[in-house]
């Protein structure tokens, strides 16, 4: 079993910057990548980002160069950095890990960008 706690989420204007953490815990040894979804209104849940205990990571096209990804294995803390926010970057935002057979999820993080 793993708990994910994401913590970081607000209201910012936009162009400005958030960063977001998703604190693991439980059986994290059997963690080995940490995503970021998120999930705005009336849309499907995508894929943001994401880290492997090596450091490859994955970004969403729209974000690139904007989001940073990073984890610090020995706290089992996930982050992620949002700079240049944009009004369509609202949505709830939620860490997450798959460990065979299941997918764990976060309670989710509200990130509201205005114009």
């Known amino acids: 079993q793993v708990q994910l706690v994401e913590s970081g989420g607000g209201l910012v204007q936009a162009g400005g910057s958030l960063r977001l953490s998703c604190t693991a815990s439980?059986?994290?040894?059997?963690?080995?990548?940490i995503d970021w979804y998120r999930q705005a209104p009336g849309k499907q849940r995508e894929l943001v980002a994401s880290m492997t205990n090596s450091g490859n990571t994955n970004y969403l096209e729209s974000v690139k160069g904007r989001f940073t990804i990073a984890r610090t294995n020995a706290q089992n803390t996930v982050y992620l950095q949002m700079n240049s926010l944009e009004p369509e970057d609202t949505a709830v935002y939620y860490c997450?890990?798959?460990?065979?057979?299941?997918?764990?999820w976060g309670q989710g993080t509200q990130v509201t960008v205005s114009s």
């Open positions: 439980g059986t994290t040894f059997s963690i080995d990548a």
């Open positions: 997450s890990t798959y460990i065979p057979h299941r997918r764990y």
